[in-house]
């Protein structure tokens, strides 16, 4: 399909392509014959540029065709290397926001070879950017981080250390309730934070230390949006724990993390079969266990995710069993094809 974007321009600047030419963004198979039928028009090699399928081999290999080095070029291309920065340093490079600094590619090494380019360290720069390390903060602690809103509070790279490396920053510990890099740790090393009880909550990366830990937060078990109770980290023990709290039995009834086990502990609950029939995630056993209080009609919709899962093990064991069968029977039959020679 073509991109209307690129049709605009192609008739303002009155440019001759085809579809072949605004494709070549989207082609994941980009190759050096493309490359040298393309013309030189500008268009074509930002479009070409940024195909995350370029290699290095194709830059060096037409080192003189009009390559869009800079933003939205290959400083925005996912497949940008640190070879390709050595190969080039004197290209036009674009290291800011939009640029490498926002490229997940980004690494220690690109940093610490151009340490006197124009870096963004900031928001929707190197703060936020998932390739984020913890050797990069400690090679450049003074540079403009942020740690708040949009930055490494909410950055999925972020790590306890980090934290622990600047303690006294603007860190956004409401948000870090919610970031699903989460751990544990950070929240043993730094209990008397601003912690958010209800984000806490909805993060499929809580855990029921992590609950024991924080007593006092206002945690929702199930009574509002976005709960514990269809939180897919739900286990058995946080049920025992809290047994007393206003848990959605109804939400649990379709959390992926339901079990046996929890419909055994808690029997006399609200349990809600038909959404329980429904559920991607119930084992054979469950049903062949309640197969008088599931509905039918729910359970033939199902996908039944980990029955397939389990079929396609038992059914794999199956295969291995059978060939294992043919070769030891193989073995038998040349071991007896050899006695009788010999004898």
């Not at 869009?68 to 290397?81: A, D, H, M, Q």
């Not at 926002?102 to 090494?109: A, D, Q, V, Y």
């Amino acid at each position: 399909m073509q991109n209307n974007a690129h049709l605009y321009l192609f008739k303002k600047h009155k440019l001759k392509t085809s579809l072949y030419n605004l494709n070549i963004k989207h082609d994941k198979k980009l190759t050096l014959k493309i490359i040298e039928q393309t013309s030189n028009k500008s268009m074509y090699w930002l479009i070409i540029s940024s195909n995350p399928t370029l290699t290095l081999e194709m830059i060096e290999k037409f080192p003189n065709k009009p390559w869009i080095f800079g933003k939205g070029g290959i400083s925005s291309n996912p497949s940008l290397t640190t070879e390709m920065l050595e190969k080039f340093p004197n290209a036009k490079w674009f290291f800011g926001k939009g640029g490498i600094s926002s490229n997940p590619s980004i690494n220690i090494k690109m940093l610490e070879k151009f340490p006197n380019a124009k870096w963004f360290f900031g928001k929707d720069g190197i703060s936020s950017n998932p390739s984020l390390t913890t050797e990069m903060l400690e090679k450049f602690p003074n540079a403009e981080w942020c740690f708040e809103f949009g930055g490494i509070s909410t950055n999925p790279a972020i790590k306890c250390k980090m934290i622990e490396m600047f303690p006294d920053k603007n860190w956004s510990f409401p948000d870090i309730s919610l970031n699903h890099s989460l751990t544990t740790e950070m929240v043993k090393k730094f209990p008397n934070k601003e912690w958010y009880g209800e984000h806490l909550s909805c993060n499929p990366a809580l855990t029921l230390e992590i609950m024991k830990k924080l007593p006092n937060q206002e945690w929702n078990f199930g009574d509002m949006y976005e709960s514990i109770s269809e939180n897919p980290a739900l286990t058995v023990e946080m049920l025992e724990t809290f047994p007393n709290e206003d848990w959605d039995w109804y939400k649990i009834s379709s959390n992926p993390s339901l079990t046996i086990e929890m419909i055994e502990k808690f029997p006399d609950e609200e349990w809600n079969w038909m959404e329980i029939s429904g559920n991607p995630n119930i084992s054979i056993e469950f049903i062949n266990k309640y197969i008088d209080n599931l509905c039918i009609y729910s359970l033939l919709k199902n996908k039944l995710t980990y029955v397939n899962k389990q079929l396609k093990e038992i059914l794999e064991n199956k295969i291995k069993l059978f060939y294992y069968l043919n070769f030891i029977k193989i073995l038998y039959d040349i071991r007896r094809n050899c006695i009788s020679i010999i004898y």
